[in-house]
């Protein structure tokens, strides 16, 4: 099963699809609504089990499950939406729902230029904060984050940047490590050149 799984080839396939699909009928507007529905779905899949095994039981017929995703999304979602998933239950792939949503969002932004940036401080940080942290993001990456924050009280101060796959630690504990690493090897250096003087002066 991939209900939780890692964004995979086929998923990106059928999220390049749907995107292209979205963004020919309604560009970005309807692009941002779609993603919106995928999300909202994978949510549902995550808090309600039953939900989930509807969706990924290969015991229920592939008729029957096209009935109740019309019943249940008709009026809860776009057509466009209602008939990718009645696709991927006819193809079987509707397991695949929650790499397809993640592999659609990361298309998303960057059709859009946007960039995921995940922060963490120490402490909560209010508004004027977090646009001092996006504008220079934006400025440093030349693209437009999009800012999720977690606060980790285990901080003492700073923050941590999750960049794509990339991670930057910019906290205080970073800093008096690299300190500390400095401070050893600097020290260890003195000490060799004082022993070296100490020989050259007593040789």
Known sequence: ?????????????????????????????????????????????????????????????????AASLRRIFESRASDLTLRFLLVLNRKGRLNHLPSIERAYRQLREELFGYIAVGVTTSTSLDAEQVAQITNRLRNALGKEPVISIAVDPELIGGMTLQIGDKFIDASVQARLRRLADRLKTTGAQTIRDRADDLIESTG
């Open 1 to 65: 099963m991939m209900m939780d799984g890692q964004i995979d080839a086929l998923a990106r396939v059928y999220a390049q699809s749907l995107l292209n699909l979205a963004d020919e009928a309604g560009g970005r507007d309807l692009v941002t609504d779609i993603g919106e529905e995928l999300a909202d779905i994978v949510n549902l899949t995550r808090e309600d089990a039953k939900f989930k095994e509807f969706l990924s039981s290969i015991i229920l017929p592939v008729k029957a499950r």
